[in-house]
């Protein structure tokens, strides 16, 4: 439940192009029900005030006021006196967020099954259990070999690292939030890329953050080089933004950005760097997707590596997971930052978290010395779903475009119309749950774009598309929005 209350302003952001040929009362509720179901809209936010929201939208207050009447009498709002229109869903309880189960197809998750080593490296990992059965078990900052582990691999990267610079978390999630959490004041500026991960968002919303975008677009055509220039960031919109924000952290996925897929070049790293340092700015590097590398050319160091070492640097905290490589089930993840830095991420955890599971810790520490043959293994099942991608968007898209890319474990799909949305609800209905393109952006924005995971198998695939052609006839056709009760799951 939240709390909020939404401005006439910010809902006319997030309702997009919301008109059709329906009459303008029911098109308006379509789409604010619509948000709703999709979590843009929390439930329990104060909906902008009948007048306010006709005059912002050069409405009558009558059609505002029929179209809350619509949402009240569908159960999507309350009208509580002296409150005004409250969101909430239909029924009496809320339902669970959708999953993928009972026959559905989660395409709201872009992650792979556990890597093959996985259960033998849990026998593994019991038995070395009893070591630590005497202790409590409560571990806030990471068992020591685990840690000392991460940091060799860092070193390893180019990047001298101890273990007194690393923190384990519960997944790159918790690393995000305590991050955000430590860091922030209420009203903190943040610089987020748009598209990017939608709990990040969540996240630094959570923190106070007030959020200013810098636009990240799917990679070009062509062989993408070490170096070359059109990498899908805008370096010098983003000086320009760090001049007019001064922002207080910068949250960036610097490689197979999730959802475009695209990495940034090292002259960006630079710039942005440098534009950082310029304002004391904190850089988070969310590394979750680093090393989801299909066939990218050139070496990537890690984001400090491009720190001009003449002048006093940005504090670059990365973040790092073995969501993404190893399995999403194990739930841990890291921070690697200064020393002082940590400190404080460590004093500020117990208030919410009183330590990462230890088995699960000694899984991975089993597993991180054999890295280099899963990514391998990681590698083949990514390029096998890139191509089951790309060859069904061909076959039956042939007016969608999916961008080139090199990693990762997403395609960001132009769909050609702003129906996205309206498209993933109405594949709901045909079995498959698929985040659409504005759960990945701040205000409404990327009803053209999809995000199709690359990280299912050839029959999932099958289905899905099926799922979706059904769906793009009636979203194509009839943008007015498609809904059902189930609110939307996590998106990762
Ligand atoms: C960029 C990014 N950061 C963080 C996460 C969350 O990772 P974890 O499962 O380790 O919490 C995801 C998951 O998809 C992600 O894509």
């Known amino acids: 439940m939240s709390d909020a209350q939404l401005t006439a302003r910010s809902l006319e952001l997030l309702l997009g192009t919301w008109r059709t040929s329906a009459a303008s009362y029911a098109a308006l509720a379509d789409r604010i029900r619509l948000l709703v179901l999709d979590g843009r809209v929390p439930i329990g936010t104060r909906l902008p005030a009948e007048r306010d929201l006709a005059g912002r939208l050069q409405l009558s207050r009558t059609t505002v006021a029929a179209a809350y009447r619509q949402l009240r009498e569908g159960g999507f709002v309350d009208s509580v006196r002296g409150s005004g229109s409250v969101t909430r869903l239909p029924g009496r309880t809320l339902p669970l967020p959708a999953t993928g189960g009972e026959g559905m197809l989660d ?205 006093p640097a940005a504090p670059i905290v990365m973040i790092g997971s073995a969501s993404k490589t190893l399995w999403g089930g194990l739930r841990i993840g890291w921070i690697r930052a200064e020393r002082s830095h940590i400190q404080r991420l460590i004093a500020a955890k117990p208030a919410t978290d009183l330590g990462t599971p230890v088995i699960e810790q000694l899984v991975v520490a089993q597993l991180l010395p054999q890295l280099a043959e899963i990514a391998e293994e990681r590698r083949e099942q990514l390029r096998l779903g890139r191509a089951e991608v790309h060859r069904l968007v061909a076959e039956t898209f042939p007016e969608w475009t999916v961008p080139p890319q090199h990693g990762g474990l997403t395609a960001w799909v132009g769909i050609g119309a702003p129906v996205s949305s309206a498209l993933a609800l109405a594949a709901r209905s045909h079995g498959l749950l698929i985040a659409a393109g504005p759960r990945f952006g701040l205000d409404g924005a990327f009803e053209r774009f999809l995000r199709i995971p690359i990280t299912y198998t050839p029959e999932e695939y099958d289905r899905a598309f099926t799922a979706l052609s059904r769906a793009w006839a009636v979203a194509a056709s009839e943008p007015a929005p498609y809904f059902d009760q189930g609110a939307l799951p996590s998106v990762v």
């Open 107 to 311: 395409f709201t998750k872009a992650s792979l099954p556990a890597a093959s080593p996985l259960a033998a490296a849990a026998r593994a990992a019991a038995e070395e259990l009893p070591r630590f059965l005497p202790d409590p078990g409560y571990d806030p900052v990471g068992l020591p070999h685990l840690r000392a582990e991460i940091a060799e691999r860092y070193t390893r990267r180019g990047l001298p690292t101890d273990p007194g610079q690393i923190l384990v978390t519960v997944g790159a999630q918790q690393a995000i939030a305590l991050i955000a959490r430590t860091f922030l004041q209420r009203g903190d500026r943040v610089v987020i890329e748009v598209p990017t991960y939608p709990h990040a968002i969540e996240a630094m919303r959570l923190a106070g953050a007030r959020l200013v975008p810098i636009t990240v677009t799917a990679p070009e055509e062509g062989p993408h080089r070490l170096g070359e220039e059109t990498d899908g960031w805008d370096a010098e919109g983003i000086e320009q933004t760090f001049r007019r924000a001064n922002p207080a952290l910068a949250y960036l996925i610097p490689d197979f950005h999730n959802p475009t897929g695209a990495s940034m070049s090292p002259e960006t790293r630079r710039r942005v760097l440098a534009a950082a340092a310029g304002h004391g700015t904190i850089v988070v590097a969310d590394e979750t997707t680093a090393e989801l590398d299909i066939d990218r050319v050139g070496e990537y160091l890690p984001l400090p590596s491009y720190a001009d070492p003449a002048t």
